[in-house]
């Protein structure tokens, strides 16, 4: 497997996972503020789920959070979204001192964000 970069504005990015030929994943994000501190904000992961619970998912994670450290910012996650594996991935990080959770400081202020505070390797 392979993790394709794909920019499409300064302020996103795009990160494609391949295997063969075949794209089976993709992570978005962009350029926000957290806490008056520079960050990259996660708007979608997707893996396709012939190939889910293959560390596909972590990969992309990664891939991103080793983008937005290069650009002297925190990958973050602003928006829960019920029964998401995403969300399971987060508590695990938070769990393992690699995230850390901000009560109500996420979307529309009502729900928790995670900040990516450690290296995910």
């Known amino acids: 497997?392979?993790?394709?970069?794909?920019?499409?504005?300064?302020?996103?990015a795009i990160f494609t996972a391949?295997?063969?030929h075949?794209?089976?994943?993709?992570?978005?994000?962009?350029?926000?503020?957290?806490?008056?501190?520079?960050?990259w904000g996660l708007v979608k992961v997707h893996v396709q789920e012939h190939v889910q619970r293959q560390g596909i998912g972590t990969a992309l994670y990664m891939a991103a959070a080793k983008f937005a450290k290069s650009k002297d910012a925190k990958l973050v996650s602003?928006?829960?979204?019920?029964?998401?594996?995403?969300?399971?991935?987060?508590?695990?990080?938070?769990r393992e001192g690699k995230a850390t959770r901000y009560p109500k400081a996420g979307w529309a202020g009502v729900q928790d964000a995670f900040v990516l505070s450690g290296d995910l390797e």
């Open 22 to 39: 075949e794209e089976v994943g993709r992570i978005w994000i962009y350029s926000v503020q957290f806490r008056g501190q520079p960050a």
């Open 78 to 94: 602003l928006q829960r979204i019920e029964d998401s594996a995403s969300n399971l991935l987060w508590e695990k990080w938070e």
């Open 1 to 12: 497997m392979r993790i394709v970069e794909r920019k499409l504005l300064k302020r996103q």
């Open 18 to 20: 391949v295997i063969g």
